[in-house]
């Protein structure tokens, strides 16, 4: 099982990326995406369930939207809005559930740089 993460960049405060995690070789209740910034604890971002429920931080609410594609095992995170705080390393998780858990896989994460 891998986790593939794309999109990241370098935009200016109040552009827009996409993030693309590709989930190839298994099935996970749950994949979301986390930030790890400098300085900073690694912090939910958002996050989506087989069903399509879905979880977002507080500072993303609004201006993030996660979704999933079961065709391509696909997650994408659409982030409009950006603001400098966003900067970080964002990587995604496939997990059975909400919780962090030792049965977790993680991708290698993509930079996303917000210039002020």
């Known amino acids: 099982v891998q986790l593939q993460a794309s999109g990241g960049g370098l935009v200016q405060a109040g552009g827009s990326l996409r993030l693309t995690c590709v989930v190839s070789g298994g099935m996970f209740n749950v994949v979301d995406w986390y930030r790890q910034a400098p300085g900073r604890q690694r912090e939910s971002v958002a996050g989506?369930?087989?069903?399509?429920?879905?979880r977002y931080g507080e500072d993303v609410k609004g201006r993030f939207t996660i979704s999933r594609d079961y065709n391509k095992n696909t997650v994408y995170l659409q982030m409009t809005n950006l603001t400098p705080d966003d900067t970080g390393a964002y990587l995604c998780?496939?997990?059975?559930?909400?919780?962090?858990?030792?049965?977790?896989?993680w991708g290698q994460g993509t930079q996303v740089t917000v210039s002020s």
């Open positions: 998780r496939a997990s059975p559930g909400w919780e962090l858990s030792e049965l977790d896989l």
């Open positions: 989506i369930d087989r069903r399509r429920n879905t």
